[in-house]
C-alpha cells in the first residue's frame, strides 16, 4: 500500500544527512542538491496528481523535478523543468520504509532519488540509483508551518525553591531481615588444658609413695561408724526371724469356724 501523499507545501528531508532537498536556481536545468533546512521556497515541494504517483512541483521556480535528458542509467542527475504531458521522467511515487521515512521511487527509470558519493555538504547534487538499503535513499516529509526557525536564546530560569518532602513511614524489618542483621553467635573457646608431663624421663612428675593402710589390730575396741553397723544388722535379723515364726491367721480354729459361718 503506497503512502498517503499530502497536498500543502513540505519539506524533503535526507535521513543521513539531514539536510533538505532544494532547487539550486530557478531555471530550466538547473539541479537539485541538498542543503541546511531553512524553509526558504526553494526547499518546498507539493505534489501534483492524484492516485499512487505524482509530480513534485517547487514553491520557488513553479517547476517539477526531473531527470536530466530522461535518463534512466544509474547516476543520471536530478534537476528542474517544465511540466510536460509526455514528460514520464517527471513522474515520482513514494515507497515506505518505515512510519516516518520512505523512498522517492522514479517510475520511467525504476530507480531511487539518492546524493552523489554519499556526500554530506551543502551544495552535494541528488541523483538517481538503484534500490539499496542505504540512509542516504530514505526521505521524510515535514510540513512547511513545522520547518525549524531561527533558534532565540535560552532565558535563564530562576531557580525554584524545593519544597520539603515528607518522609515515608519506615516499615519495620521482617523475621529474615532481621536474623541477617543480627550479628553471628560468638564461638567459646575451648579450656587450656595443662600439658602432660611424661611418666619417666627429665620432665617427668615425681612420683609419690602410696600410703598404706595399718592394719586393725584384732583385739583392738571397733570404730563407732562399725558398731553403729553391727547393730543395724542385728536389729535386721530379729526382725525377719520373728516374722518367720508369726502363725497365720487362717490357721486358728476359731478363724476356721469364722469362715466356715461364713461360707454356710
Known sequence: MAPRVKKEDMLIINRRTGKALQCAGAENGDVAVQAEVNGSDAQ???????GRTFKLRNKLSGKVLDVVGGGTEAGARAQIWDDVADGHSQVWQWLKVTATYRKLMNTQSGKVLDIVDMRED????AQIWDDVDGAGQQWKLVESSTAPAEEEAPQEEAPQEEAPQEEAPKKRPSRKAKALLRPPPRRRKPPKRKPRLPKSGPGARPRQPRQ???PRPSGGAASPKSRHKQAR???TAAVCGCLLFIPLPYSSPEVRRGWGGMSS
Open 233 to 235: 544388722i542385728k536389729q
Open 122 to 125: 551543502d551544495g552535494a547534487p
Open 212 to 214: 598404706r593402710r595399718s
Open 44 to 50: 518546498l515541494w507539493s505534489p501534483v496528481g492524484t
